[in-house]
């Protein structure tokens, strides 16, 4: 990766890069930033996108309702397609749907014949795979087009802005300007490597052995999302494996093969990002529930205290807490003009990314195994007693906080949970051991250990 992506973004800058190396795959991968104004999604989003050689990349500010039908058969064929904004392609939305989920576009219009002069109906199309990296500030995105993407958050976390303060600092010293001169060897490089890998079918011999939830339709969608996350893995390294082949009606196949190594960086990038837990919160959502959870537990909080806390800007906050809210994973409590908030649900463990520490963006730490992965069609195995009983009308019979949140008292400490087993596959060089952190409804993706 370049120099320029600071550490608390290596998982998320390696899974944008595998989604723009699976362009050249049959199902490539396609990812949306998203994070409020100034965190940093453009300059995450455009620093991969600078190592996809610029004959495979197609770039846009914003797209018109009916521009990308007029591309040519070829003109995204294995490309990456980039678009600065979401704002800026709510035109396109439906084309884009239609491209990332059948890799092909077609529209019929009218026009007039060069010969006669006749008015004549004419077929457009537009062939893919392509994969797509978008970025957005919006806290909602079409849901159907978001069922589509594999959504990324930046970290907003204090310690995430003292690291890119860092950098930004570096880059003004003596090493920054030694860095910079070497980016063009960097990036060149990965340009000649790209250029070298060839569209290949991938075989992930292993399939059987992997699990995923049946708890929810989207889960066919993220089970897809999955797989391609593997494959692209391995479609990067094909120059490192055996290329097989495999006798069809057709002729002979090449295919390079999946190994334990994918599935184990697939496992890892794909936690919290793919494979969700089963309430479906978004990812950004997902993670303020998991910090409020360790940082409140049950005590009532009002929103400045959460804002000092954990170091949240206010508008990130109210929309995520107002979601929170509305899903029922939180109460409103009213006394008088004091307004607070609670969580209904107690257990920290809910979310499969939450952190230690206040870094509600962070996917760096891993949660503990509550439950038992089991692969779909099987008995779901599930948590215990779930959300506990809601109680009474609000502002009759809780306690509230004051609003000051310099005397607000102390929160209660997440509860401790057991540390993430080591899961093991079996194959024939022996055990390859990696780690898989579950949430603890135990329903999501991930290998059987």
């Known amino acids: 990766m370049q120099p320029s992506v600071s550490s608390g973004e290596e998982d998320n800058a390696l899974l944008i890069y595998l989604a723009l190396i699976s362009r050249k795959s049959e199902r490539p991968l396609s990812v949306m930033v998203q994070s409020s104004h ?15 050689p610029p004959e495979d990349q197609v770039s846009y500010s914003a797209l018109t309702g009916q521009a990308l039908y007029y591309l040519g058969a070829g003109g995204l064929t294995h490309k990456v397609l980039c678009v600065a904004e979401e704002e800026g392609a709510s035109k396109a939305v439906y084309a884009i749907k239609l491209l990332v989920s059948s890799g092909h576009l077609a529209i019929v ?21 392509v994969a797509l990296l978008m970025t957005t500030t919006a806290p909602m995105v079409d849901e159907e087009l978001a069922s589509r993407l594999v959504a990324i958050t930046v970290s907003e976390s204090v310690s995430q802005t003292r690291a890119i303060h860092c950098a930004q ?8 300007l030694a860095a910079k001169a070497s980016r063009e060897a960097i990036t060149s490089r990965h340009h000649n490597a ?51 082949t495999v006798n069809a009606d057709s002729g002979v196949i090449s295919y390079v093969e999946a190994t334990s190594d994918d599935v184990a960086l697939a496992d890892r990038l794909a936690m919290g990002v793919i494979i969700r837990d089963c309430s479906d919160l978004p990812p950004v959502t997902a993670a303020l529930l998991s910090s409020l959870a360790s940082w409140a537990g ?20 109210k929309v995520h807490l107002a979601r929170l809210v509305e899903l029922e994973y939180a109460l409103c ?26 870094d509600p963006g962070d996917r760096s730490s891993t949660d503990s195994m509550r439950g038992e992965t089991i692969r779909s069609g099987q008995k779901t195995i599930r948590s215990g007693s779930g959300r ?3 109680g009474g009308r609000s502002g009759s019979n809780r306690p509230t906080s004051n609003g000051s949140s310099s005397q607000v008292r102390p929160r209660k400490s997440a509860p401790s949970t ?32």
């Not at 004091?338 to 969580?343: G, R, T």
């Open 38 to 52: 100034s965190a940093g999604k453009s300059t995450l989003a455009d620093a991969v996108a600078s190592l996809v």
């Open 109 to 129: 219009s009218t026009g007039k014949d060069a010969d006669t002069g006749k008015l004549v109906t004419k077929t457009y199309e537009v062939q893919g795979p």
């Open 169 to 176: 600092r570096t880059a003004y010293s003596a090493a920054g």
């Open 194 to 244: 790209q250029r070298l890998i060839e569209p290949m079918p991938v075989v992930i011999a292993m399939a059987d052995e992997l699990a995923f939830s049946d708890a929810t339709t989207r889960s066919r969608r993220d089970h897809d999302k999955y797989l391609s996350l593997i494959a692209a893995s391995a479609l990067l390294h094909q120059h490192q494996r055996e290329v097989k």
């Open 298 to 317: 049950t005590e009532p909080f009002t929103r400045r205290a959460a804002r000092e806390a954990l170091g949240l800007g206010d508008t990130q906050l």
């Open 333 to 358: 409590l009213h006394s008088g003009r004091s307004v607070s908030y609670q969580l209904a649900w107690g257990d920290p463990g809910l979310t499969r990314n939450s952190n230690t520490g206040n």
């Open 388 to 390: 506990g009983e809601v």
């Open 418 to 449: 057991t540390a993430s087993p080591t899961c093991t596959y079996r194959d024939e060089a022996g055990d390859y051991p990696y780690e898989v952190a579950l949430r603890s409804a135990g329903d999501m993706g991930g290998r059987r250990s």
